[in-house]
């Protein structure tokens, strides 16, 4: 196996570089994760090094050295319209602090996805109350640096689904999504965003949700079929009932519906008055 992937995939340059890499063994290191496979039937996915980087890059402008139990506070998505906008230099560490945070939400995780995603969207404006859900996210890192990311798939894997929708969460009266997917035990693909359009209720909001996940749950049916797990049943888990009943009946679902009016009915007679 190692001298076929070697034939055709190793491009020789110059100065040597281009050489297939081959390691061997349990602990295997890509794109600044360490995979950890002791453990039988699951993977430990770690970004230490990372996370230590960012924690000790960030105590130039926190002198503390307190933790954060909590990524987030309950005014995350609170906009302070009297907040002061952060000078050009502050911004901009704002903006390589979320940068470098979002491709560790992304990895390892996912427990700061949620700030990240709302940080992510400011960075252009970013004011004092930014920076200091900011500084509770690396405050929170700090005090976690070691919490891995566990994945572990069951015998037959069904991906299982959590969506959920939050109504006018922002201040522009739009909703927030998150959702993720289990095939066993943990997460390995999570979301967190701002809906794309207005909503009028929270039915709506809950509705829209899992419309918005459809792409990346028939992407991972595909990706699980290609694997050679064959068609697999996909679960939904949602905590509204009049979103549970429209998804599984459409237009059908309302209780309360209008009589039906026939066609005769429907075209007045010439004597009626308009």
Do not use: Y
């Amino acid at each position: 196996m190692a001298d076929w992937l070697k034939s055709t995939n190793e491009r020789l340059f110059e100065d040597g570089s281009g050489q297939v890499q081959i390691t061997q063994g349990k602990v295997h290191k890509c794109l600044g994760m360490t995979l950890d496979f002791n453990v039988p039937g699951e993977v430990k996915i770690t970004m230490i090094p990372r996370v230590k980087e960012i924690v000790k890059l960030f105590s130039e402008h926190d002198n503390s050295e307190s933790v954060s139990a909590a990524p987030a506070a309950e005014h995350l998505f609170k906009v302070d319209e009297d907040a002061l906008s952060l000078t050009q230099g502050q911004m901009t560490v704002c903006h390589n602090f979320v940068a470098k945070c979002v491709f560790l939400a992304k990895r390892a995780r996912p427990d700061v996805s949620t700030v990240v995603a709302l940080l992510s969207a400011r960075v252009k404006a970013s004011d004092v109350d930014d920076w200091k859900k900011l500084l509770q996210m690396i405050r929170h890192l700090r005090g976690s640096v070691e919490v891995p990311l566990i994945l572990c798939a069951d015998s037959v894997p069904v991906p299982k689904w959590w969506v959920d929708g939050s109504h006018a969460t922002h201040p522009n009266t739009r909703g927030d999504l998150g959702g993720c997917v289990s095939l066993g035990k943990g997460t390995p693909i999570n979301a967190s965003n701002k809906q794309k359009l207005n909503t009028r209720s929270s039915t709506e909001t809950e509705l829209v949700a899992p419309d918005n996940f459809m792409p990346i749950v028939l992407w991972t049916n595909c990706f699980l079929e290609a694997r050679g797990c064959g068609h697999q049943d996909t679960v939904l888990h949602q905590d509204n009932q009049s979103v549970i009943l429209l998804e599984n009946n459409g237009r059908k679902s309302p209780a309360a519906r209008e009589p039906s009016i026939s066609t005769a009915d429907s075209v007045p007679s010439p004597t009626a008055s308009t």
